[in-house]
């Protein structure tokens, strides 16, 4: 079994920058896809960004510019550096992984909360 733990998150002002981290566990070495997504109140779920494990990233459409995934393989470790926070960042931010092959993610982190408030 894999264990996602997220930390990182908190009360940040507008224009501030956050790094958020997922540390796995378990069988770290079978998540080949990991990712961030979040989830606005009364919103669904949305993805933010991905990255495999050979560091090949994608981000959604509206995430780019802001957003920046990393992974470190070696400590089994993914991050999100968010920069320039809006109010609209405020979300639970949930790391996701699955293995190679795997469309679907099968492990979820508990989540990190940031609000972004003046």
């Known amino acids: 079994q894999v264990q996602l733990v997220e930390s990182g998150g908190g009360l940040v002002q507008p224009g501030d920058s956050l790094r958020l981290s997922c540390v796995a566990s378990?069988?770290?070495?079978?998540?080949?896809?990991m990712g961030w997504f979040r989830q606005a109140p009364g919103k669904q779920r949305d993805l933010v960004a991905t990255?495999?494990?050979?560091?090949?990233?994608n981000y959604a459409d509206s995430m780019e510019g802001r957003f920046t995934i990393s992974r470190d393989n070696a400590k089994n470790t993914m991050y999100l550096q968010i920069n320039s926070l809006k109010f609209e960042d405020t979300a639970v931010y949930y790391c996701?992984?699955?293995?190679?092959?795997?469309?679907?993610?099968?492990?979820w982190g508990q989540g990190t909360q940031v609000t972004v408030s003046a």
């Open positions: 990255i495999n494990k050979g560091g090949s990233t």
């Open positions: 378990g069988r770290p070495s079978s998540l080949y896809t």
């Open positions: 996701a992984a699955r293995g190679f092959g795997e469309s679907m993610y099968r492990y």
